[in-house]
């Protein structure tokens, strides 16, 4: 059976997304949703740190002594030094989370962009053809020239 061109061309946009780990986005048949962009974690489901009145004492803490719990007010952190020791180590790992998922989104975001691209540059847009607003910047700027001539 011979490939009509417009199944080659899709065959290669397949190719090219498989290749930029986007098919399963994609794919008529089986479409995923991209990455959204993360949220950065904030400090308001923590409690902000009691922050204990110094004292003057005389007597040097002992080695063996178990520290105090940490006490916490009503108000919500503000920053990193607001937090107990255990909302720290959770807001630490919730960091991680999200500079993992960032640099994932990042990622993706630019394969999409590239495959856009690509898809652009081996299109021929003709001048009769209507692009959508906001889509010109992916366009070659040959062809800007073309559209601009016509008054589109």
Known sequence: MIESHSQRRLKGVELQAIASNLWEYIDPENREDLIKKPEKPGFSRFRKRMVPPLT????????????????????????VENLT??????????????????????????????????????????????????????????????QDDKGL
Do not use: C
Request: proline content about 7%; overall charge positive; glycine content about 2%.
């Open 85 to 146: 020791a255990e909302a720290r180590y959770q807001y630490g790992l919730m960091w991680s989370i999200f500079q993992h998922d960032a640099k994932q989104h990042e990622i993706q975001r630019v394969a999409v962009k590239e495959l856009k691209t690509w898809i652009l540059k081996t299109v021929r847009i003709h001048p009769h053809v209507l692009l959508p607003r906001g889509t010109t910047d992916l366009v070659p700027e040959s062809h800007h020239t073309i």
């Open 56 to 79: 003057r004492s005389s007597q040097a803490p002992s080695a063996s002594a178990t520290p105090a719990p940490e006490l916490v007010t009503n108000e919500q952190a503000q920053s």
